[in-house]
Each structure stands twice: as structure tokens, then as C-alpha cells.
């Protein structure tokens, strides 16, 4: 059990360096000051990266041993921690829907708005596109931000000449890969989240009402961008 409460303490504190470092970078993108925002991103990845290795130690929880104090969490879940929520929504994966476990606590509630009616990180890369003179469609640059980012072809079309052309793009060049490191990053965590639950609990529903392992894989096909 101590085991289980240090790993999620840990977590909460890691996530909240990444979000104060993804808010910065989310900025620095708006104002089309990319430098600053490589460090910021590749901080983040770096971050994620010692998540990914917490997996290990988490890992050696055995289900006996998750069994003797699983009754006690409750309905605890991971969907009650508002610093992965905000991460979700500054990543790009917007859903209304999840903010109703934070309503009875109006500051939190309200950042959390706040996030899911902005900018992603990468709604602001396809903004500064356009900026840069690309022809996005509206649908790309001034749409429903609280809503999930679906695919575009102007979008598609914009990125792919940034990567045939690298030197006359280089900014745009690395922010894109700095983006495509950080989604890397991010699957391999919610690989090892699946791996690790499946160990531990195996295929039994998650505390918080989840399907558990079920829930977990469908979030493996989450495209961020």
C-alpha cells in the first residue's frame, strides 16, 4: 500500500513540473518564440520518460497484495486527479464530459474549462502555420476548441511540406519532431499503464467504474497529433 501511495504522489508531482513546463511552451508557440519551447517540450519528454521507468517498480506490486488493500480506495481513481485531466486537455484530447468529477471544486473546475475551451499544444502549431503564410482551412486554426482536433487536410498538407522542405522550415521542421517525440512518449506510458494494470488487477473492473484493462487499450489508439 505505501508502495501504491508514494507511486501516485510521485506522479501528481512530476505531472505538475509538466504542466507549469507545457503551459510555457504553449506560449512561447503563440508568440512564435519556438527556442524556448524545444527546451520546455524536450524537458516534458524527459519527464515522461521517468514515468514510463516508475511502471518498473509499480510492477512488482502483486495482485495478492493490491487485493489486501483494494477495498479500501473505494471509488478512487486516476480520473479524479486534475493534473492529468489538464494534461489530457493541453495535449488535445477534449471531452466534456470529464470535468463533472471536479464540479464540487469551483477553482479546479474552472481551470480545467478554462484548458478544454483553449488552444492545444498543437491547435497553437497548426495556428502559427497559418501565420507563417500556410492556407489552413478555418476549420484548423478558429474551431471549437473544446472539442477534440480532427483530421485535416490543409493541416496534413501544411505539415508535409514543412518535412519535404526542412531547411527552409527548420523551426516548424523541430517543432513537429518535438511533438512527435512527446506523443511517443506519452503511448509508451499508457502501454506500460495496460501492461502493469493487466499484472496487477488482471481484467477486473477499475475502481473508478472503469473497464479496467479494456478502458486502458482504447486509450492506446489516442492520436494527440
Not at 31 to 44: E, I, Q
Not at 157 to 183: F, G, I, M
Request: aromatic share 10%.
Amino acid at each position: 500500500e505505501m508502495l501504491f501511495i508514494i507511486q501516485h504522489q510521485t506522479s501528481e508531482l512530476w505531472m505538475k513540473l509538466m504542466l507549469h513546463e507545457l503551459l510555457a511552451a504553449r506560449e512561447q508557440i503563440r508568440s512564435g518564440d519556438l527556442s524556448p519551447a524545444f527546451k520546455m517540450l524536450a524537458r516534458v519528454s524527459r519527464i515522461m520518460n521517468n514515468l514510463i521507468q516508475a511502471w518498473d517498480i509499480l510492477s512488482t506490486l502483486t495482485p495478492t497484495e493490491y487485493s489486501s488493500f483494494r477495498d479500501s480506495l473505494g471509488k478512487s481513481s486516476g480520473f479524479q486527479s486534475h493534473q492529468y485531466r489538464a494534461l489530457e486537455f493541453i495535449f488535445g484530447n477534449k471531452n466534456a464530459a470529464l470535468l463533472k468529477p471536479f464540479e464540487h471544486r469551483s477553482e479546479i473546475h474552472a481551470m480545467l474549462c478554462d484548458l478544454l475551451n483553449s488552444p492545444s499544444l498543437y491547435d497553437e502549431a497548426n495556428r502559427l502555420l497559418g501565420r507563417r503564410g500556410f492556407a489552413l482551412d478555418a476549420a484548423a486554426t478558429d474551431r471549437d476548441f473544446s472539442l477534440a482536433y480532427v483530421e485535416n487536410a490543409s493541416t496534413m498538407a501544411a505539415w508535409r511540406t514543412v518535412y519535404a522542405n526542412p531547411r527552409q522550415h527548420w523551426d516548424l521542421y523541430e517543432l513537429a519532431e518535438k511533438l512527435v517525440d512527446l506523443e511517443d512518449y506519452v503511448r509508451q506510458w499508457r502501454h506500460r499503464h495496460v501492461t502493469t494494470v493487466q499484472r496487477v488487477i488482471g481484467f477486473k473492473r477499475g475502481t473508478g467504474g472503469t473497464a479496467g484493462v479494456g478502458y486502458l487499450r482504447e486509450m492506446l489508439e489516442v492520436r494527440l497529433f
